[in-house]
């Protein structure tokens, strides 16, 4: 079956500590983003990708870092300057808008990330 | 102001009824509309697209868009207990691949 699969599903960082989620879809999806999404609060945008080797920030991508490598993955680190990372972090795919006009986002199941 | 726009809530209704969600946009050229449902601790699941003007009817799911109006609504019929969750409605425009999501309504059924 074709998703998207996000590890670990509980992560702990410790003060000083780089930590890295992972994101693989085999959707054959081009477009990739990174969403933070706190408490009772909506998604955020972090970083998004519309094609290897290429990506943008979104609206919150202070103290985060990228890299598009391959088609099928998109990590996302979470570094020591980012001071509050403790939330739901979501993964998520499509096909751009180019190819096929609008198709929706499908998401991962998500990693949620603590400090210790 | 937001891209996109959702009442919080919650939205309380009794078990049978209709729940009637709300989402407004403020950008007039965005061009698809989604629904996403999210239960607690979990994922976005997408549950409606659509992307011209009128009503889609998806088994007791019903989108609405009315582009003059900026709005986009979603009808549960029926409603279930388990159909409480949070409705997330997602907008997107252009030849960009940012997807825009309102804060979510919660909605709670009641047995």
Not at chain 2, 63 to 72: G, P, R, T, W
């Amino acid at each position: 079956d074709g998703g998207i699969t996000q590890s670990p599903k509980y992560l702990f960082r410790k003060e000083g500590q780089n930590v890295t989620l992972s994101c693989e879809q085999n959707l054959n999806h081009d477009a990739m983003y990174w969403y933070r999404q706190d408490p009772g609060q909506g998604l955020r945008l972090i970083y998004y990708s519309q094609i290897v080797n290429d990506f943008q920030k979104g609206d919150i991508a202070e103290g985060y870092s990228v890299s598009r490598e391959k088609k099928e993955s998109f990590p996302l680190t979470v570094t020591s300057a980012q001071k509050n990372p403790t939330a739901f972090y979501l993964c998520a795919s499509s096909i751009p808008f180019r190819d096929r006009g609008g198709q929706p986002q499908h998401f991962g199941d998500g990693t949620r990330l603590s400090i210790l | 102001q937001k891209e996109v726009e959702q009442n919080s809530g919650p939205l309380s209704v009794p078990e049978g009824a209709i729940a009637s969600l709300n989402c407004t946009y403020s950008d007039r050229v965005s061009q698809s509309f989604f629904w996403y449902r999210q239960y607690s601790g979990k994922s976005p699941e997408l549950i409606m697209s659509i992307y011209s003007n009128g009503d889609k009817e998806d088994g007791r799911f019903t989108a609405q868009l009315n582009k003059a109006s900026q709005y986009v609504s979603l009808l549960i019929r029926d409603s279930q207990p388990s159909d409480s969750a949070t409705y997330l409605c997602a907008v997107t425009r252009g030849n960009f691949n940012k997807f825009y999501f309102g804060s979510g309504t919660k909605l709670n059924v009641k047995p």
